[in-house]
């Protein structure tokens, strides 16, 4: 696997399982520690896309929780690896990134790929998220585009990102009738 051609998030991503590994005295990175770092960030693309495909995300950061609490750990290793799992994860998510156009292996593959993997997706499914609805919010997400550059996550949906939706906050009632002005105004 070529880390230069993983997008940003993806390899901020990969660098927080190795730490969460790390701080759980865990010898392996595991594709639990994957999707938790890809999940835990309050703005990332995987929390954006798992609301989207109608993840119910809260329970599902408590199951992940309590599968890492779960797993065997290992005192005085200092020496992390990536496990075969998270490999085979790597590379099935690789392989349809690859054929979906891409240039950059992104977080959402990944996240497609954890629906085939024996760890996550069983978490995924019982959260809400099946292959079909994840597909959608991708489909969505992406606005028929591929990930053609590193920095391919970080720019998209820039709008829902840096600005605030006036009309959905009125809507919600949280502004009063003058258009534009908030009730602490």
């Known amino acids: 696997m070529r880390m230069d051609k993983l997008t940003h998030s ?3 991503a990969l660098g927080e399982a190795q730490s969460l590994a790390v701080g759980r005295d865990h010898p392996f ?3 639990l520690h994957l999707l938790k770092a890809m999940l835990d960030p309050a ?6 896309l798992l609301l989207a495909a109608g993840a119910a995300v809260e329970p599902l950061q408590a199951s992940l929780d309590a599968a890492l609490a779960a797993m065997a750990t290992v005192s005085g ?3 992390i ?7 085979r994860l790597l590379n099935r998510a690789d392989k349809m990134a690859q054929q979906a156009g891409d240039a950059y292996l992104s977080t959402d593959a ?3 790929a954890m629906l085939e993997s024996k760890s996550t997706a069983s978490i995924l499914s019982q959260a809400g998220v099946t292959p079909q609805t994840l597909g959608q919010a991708i489909e969505s997400a992406r606005g028929g585009e591929a990930v053609q550059s590193a920095e391919s996550e970080e720019t ?3 709008l829902e990102k840096y600005t605030v939706d006036l009309t959905e906050r009125a809507a919600a009632g949280e502004l009063d009738p003058v258009i534009g002005r908030d009730d602490e105004i």
Not at 81 to 87: A, E, G, K, L, P
Request: charged share 20%; net charge negative.
């Open 110 to 112: 990944v996240l497609q």
């Open 10 to 12: 993806l390899q901020a």
């Open 29 to 31: 990175i595991e594709p």
């Open 43 to 48: 703005g990332s693309a995987t929390r954006a």
């Open 156 to 158: 998209r949906q820039a």
């Open 81 to 87: 690896h990536v496990s075969q799992d998270t490999q």
């Open 77 to 79: 290793t200092e020496d």
